[in-house]
T-cell receptor
Framework: GIQVEQSPPDLILQEGANSTLRCNFS?????LQWFHQNPWGQLINLFY???GTKQNGRLSATTVATERYSLLYISSSQTTDSGVYFC??????????FGTGTLLAVQP | DGGITQSPKYLFRKEGQNVTLSCEQN?????MYWYRQDPGQGLRLIYY???????QKGDIAEGYSVSREKKESFPLTVTSAQKNPTAFYLC????????????????FGAGTRLSVL
């Protein structure tokens, strides 16, 4: 099956800093989503981005499908950005395969 | 409000007991999913259903059972055969996955934390 690797596994930032999270996947995909899991466990959709670039406020994402990776950019980070960021990919079956996540801590 | 409701938030299971986790959605989505999350890990798929009265095993189905009698409901039973049930369980749904033009964006409930007494 498709393998998903996320890096870095952990990240500590000062408020206001920028960061880039990476997701590598081992095969072509029809679906790629980025999620933020808050400290209470709720998973929030950030982007549906199997290819191309999208922006939503301070967040943006780029997927280069031909090279099998996706990047999530967080600019001017805030303490509320803390949590775990997951990348999940889906192939022909429409099932999502999740990476192990990046744990982000933003310090004031 | 449209969304996915999971209940209860916290659940305790005694040894040898079956417990059922509820998942209800009012998004009119066709597909529903159950995932398990262990501490510090990603999500793993237990079961999924693409249509009423049909469901398929995911990667870790052993010790679990599901039913899909109604479009809006997809309950998960953790049976006594599941020897390590302590985990965070998340339910999700997505729109018509049979439509190749549809975006299979999955939306999640708030989860149920299951512990063993």
């Amino acid at each position: 099956g498709i393998q998903v690797e996320q890096s870095p596994p952990d990240l500590i930032l000062q408020e206001g800093a920028n960061s880039t999270l990476r997701c590598n996947f081992s095969d072509s995909v029809n679906n790629l989503q980025w999620f933020h899991q808050n400290p209470w466990g709720q998973l929030i959709n950030l982007f549906y981005i199997p290819s191309g670039t999208k922006q939503n406020g301070r967040l943006s994402a780029t997927t280069v499908a031909t090279e099998r990776y996706s990047l999530l950019y967080i600019s001017s980070s805030q303490t509320t950005d803390s949590g775990v960021y997951f990348c999940a990919v889906g192939g022909a079956t429409n099932k999502l395969i999740f990476g192990t996540g990046t744990l982000l801590a933003v310090q004031p | 409000d449209g969304g996915i409701t999971q209940s209860p938030k916290y659940l305790f299971r005694k040894e040898g007991q079956n417990v059922t986790l509820s998942c209800e959605q009012n998004l009119n989505h066709d597909a529903m999913y159950w995932y398990r999350q262990d501490p510090g890990q990603g999500l793993r798929l237990i079961y999924y259903s693409q249509i009423v009265n049909d469901f398929q095993k995911g990667d870790i189905a052993e010790g679990y059972s599901v039913s899909r009698e109604k479009k809006e409901s997809f309950p998960l039973t953790v049976t006594s055969a599941q020897k390590n049930p302590t985990a965070f369980y998340l339910c999700a749904s997505s729109i018509d996955i049979w439509d190749s033009l549809a975006k299979n964006i999955q939306y999640f409930g708030a989860g149920t934390r299951l512990s063993v007494l």
